[in-house]
């Protein structure tokens, strides 16, 4: 079974300075690798995603993630934080070797970008 | 192009009652997926669904949940004999259903509350 752990559940930086959310996953297979963002009363936006091929994918708003296989992570980063980057941020893997479309979602991390 | 629908926003009812959720996913999409997500938690995976089918109900309370995905018409979430612990905010997602690696199309919830 895929499993997804965010051991922050809050980050908090500055504007103007770098950002990073952790993820790390379990899968019995090769995972799909997703990043997707929660405003406030609102249901969640896709931002990115891995497959395969390069490990350093590019998403929306800035928003960048690298997959490290040997230590099964995907951490989010974004080189210069906004203030309106402050929302709430979800990782969650699906399991390609299962060919099944289940979705497991992390805890999520709350960003706070200070002005 | 609209996206998912879920209907209602707020949803109040009594211990005891039944509450009805819907939603209408995206144009196209066959896949329907079902969370719930507490206060302070992630999101945790109820049930995935196809036109006319429970593919994967793994997340779903045995009693008194049920879910369902005909083939005219919204999915729809039915919780019977509602309970206190059952005040949270369920989101629906769709996706295409091909392709493994699409992510998901959320609606923004809908917000239950037991009183």
């Known amino acids: 079974a895929q499993s997804v752990a965010q051991p922050e559940d809050q980050v908090n930086v500055a504007e103007g300075n770098p950002l990073t959310v952790k993820c790390t996953y379990s899968?019995?297979?090769?995972?799909?690798l997703f990043w997707y963002v929660q405003y406030p009363n609102r249901g969640l936006q896709f931002l990115l995603k891995y497959i395969t091929g390069d490990n350093l994918v590019k998403g929306s708003y800035g928003f960048e993630a690298e997959f490290n296989k040997s230590q099964t992570s995907f951490h989010l980063k974004k080189p210069s934080a906004l203030v309106s980057d402050s929302a709430l941020y979800f990782c969650?893997?699906?399991?390609?070797?299962?060919?099944?479309?289940?979705?497991?979602f992390g805890a999520g991390t709350r960003l706070f970008v200070k002005a | 192009n609209a996206g998912v629908m879920q209907n209602p926003r707020h949803l109040v009812r009594r211990r005891g009652q039944e509450a009805r959720l819907r939603c209408s996913p995206m144009k196209g999409h066959s896949h329907v997926y079902w969370y719930r997500q507490l206060p302070e938690e992630g999101l945790k995976f109820m049930v995935y669904l196809q036109k006319e089918n429970i593919i994967d109900e793994s997340g779903m309370p045995k009693e008194r949940f049920s879910a369902e995905f005909p083939k005219e018409g919204p999915s729809i979430l039915r919780i019977q004999q509602v309970v206190r612990g059952d005040s949270a905010a369920y989101f629906c997602a769709s996706s295409p259903g091909q392709g493994e690696n699409s992510p998901l199309h959320f609606g923004n919830g809908t917000r239950l509350t037991v009183t």
């Open positions: 899968v019995s297979g090769n995972p799909y």
């Open positions: 969650a893997v699906r399991d390609a070797n299962t060919g099944g479309f289940k979705t497991i």
